[in-house]
């Protein structure tokens, strides 16, 4: 199975284990399973803790990709595929992070790993 991991997912998993379900845990590790991290998370962490929106610093703001392949996660550019789709989302969901990663999760035909009931709107797989 391939897994994409939504931001608030990956920002648990380095700092809030206890957070995640047992389920979503048991994917993650399950090593039949290739689990992807997106340019997204790159962005939307890096940003946020450069706004001082995130409750905890993290060296996912400053080294993404060492941390992500240091756990074996593999890179998620995006598209304008991606960016297409999720432009063209229906719904009054708003946030762009979260609109990217339902498109990508769409058009890569992957289950995303999160526990935002708000994407449920969206035909996604959703994993938790």
């Known amino acids: 199975m391939r897994l994409l991991l939504d931001t ?27 689990v ?24 996912l703001a400053t080294d993404f990709m060492a941390e992500i392949e240091s756990q074996g996660f593999e890179p ?20 762009p992070w979260d609109r990217l990663l339902v498109a990508q999760a769409q058009v890569e035909d992957i289950s995303l790993v999160s526990s935002d009931a708000r994407l449920a709107d969206w035909p996604v797989e959703l994993l938790w």
């Open 8 to 34: 608030h997912t990956l920002l648990w998993l380095a700092h809030e284990p206890r957070k995640l379900s047992a389920r979503a845990v048991a994917a993650i590790y399950d090593s039949d399973n290739e």
């Open 76 to 95: 998620l550019a995006i598209t304008v595929g991606h960016a297409q789709r999720a432009g063209n989302l229906q719904g009054s969901h708003r946030d």
């Open 36 to 59: 992807l991290v997106s340019a997204v998370s790159a962005m939307e962490i890096a940003t946020k803790v450069r706004n001082g929106k995130l409750e905890y610093r993290t060296s």
